[in-house]
């Protein structure tokens, strides 16, 4: 399994946001992660990505344990959270030359994402001046640039127009099919999970209320009338 989550749960002083959370998917799925706001999403992402410590339960990504591993979970995964942290002030070129070096990655790999993430027209202006979607790009380019197996997507379409988010959308799409990745998305826009992912996840108050394919899942009913009634119960 790409991912394997057992028993999760964290709690923030009297509040628990995860509760004995376990799900596993397989390499080269891509899984939608929805829910409410406050519902546990970023949470489970941020431990995962092993920013966050202090739960309870265990996970693991590519094999490797999140408490035990973290090095080489950190090495295997592909991380845009949900506030794209950017340096506004250095070119798009530049910056992502800044964390090759990090990841030791070599710097022919810079131009191939550039060209990959459609940045090519843009990769000598500061990050500053691109707008919304071409800034998700760059986010989005940093996190492929170290060629990792999974990507963990928080919410990276959040304030796109209608025609940047199809082509964020079509990029994730593009660059987990053909690169046989691995992608947990978190969103709030049903069509796009209907769109891009094989599967869904739906959690609420910290518990996982739904999981099963796109397919299984739009046989019944819409995915956001399921959405609002296993979000909306008491």
Same mark, same amino acid.
């Given at each position: 399994?790409?991912?394997? +989550? ?41 431990? #995962? ?28 995964? !592909? ?20 964390? /090759?070096?990090?990841?030791? +990655? ?16 843009? /990769? ?14 760059? !986010? ?10 999974? *990507? ?18 079509? #990029?994730?799409?593009? +660059? ?32 996982? +209320? ?12 819409? *995915? ?11």
């Amino acid at each position: 399994m790409s991912i394997k +989550v057992e028993n999760i749960t964290k709690i923030y002083g009297a509040q628990k946001a995860l509760n004995n959370i376990s799900f596993s998917i397989k390499k080269g799925e891509i899984v939608g992660f929805l829910g409410p706001n406050g519902a546990g999403k970023s949470t489970m992402m941020k431990i #995962l990505t092993t920013y966050i410590k202090s739960f309870e339960g265990e996970a693991s990504v590519n094999d490797f344990s999140i408490t035990e591993e973290k090095l080489a979970v950190q090495k295997s995964i !592909g991380y845009l959270p949900e506030h794209n942290p950017l340096y506004l002030d250095m070119y798009v070129r530049e910056y992502l030359s800044f964390n /090759a070096e990090i990841y030791k +990655v070599d710097k022919n790999q810079v131009e191939k994402i550039i060209e990959l993430t459609g940045l090519t027209p843009e /990769a000598n202006k500061k990050i500053e001046e691109l707008s919304k979607g071409y800034r998700q790009r760059v !986010g989005l380019a940093n996190a492929l640039l170290h060629n990792p197996e999974v *990507l963990i997507l928080d919410e990276p379409t959040t304030g796109l127009d209608p025609n940047q988010l199809v082509e964020i959308r079509e #990029l994730i799409k593009s +660059v987990a099919k053909e690169g046989g990745k691995t992608v947990l998305l978190s969103t709030h826009i049903m069509q796009e999970v209907e769109a891009i992912c094989d599967r869904v996840i739906i959690i609420n108050k910290g518990e996982i +209320v739904h999981d099963n394919s796109i397919s299984e899942t739009l046989k019944e009913k819409s *995915l956001e009338t399921l959405f609002t009634e296993l979000t909306t119960q008491k």
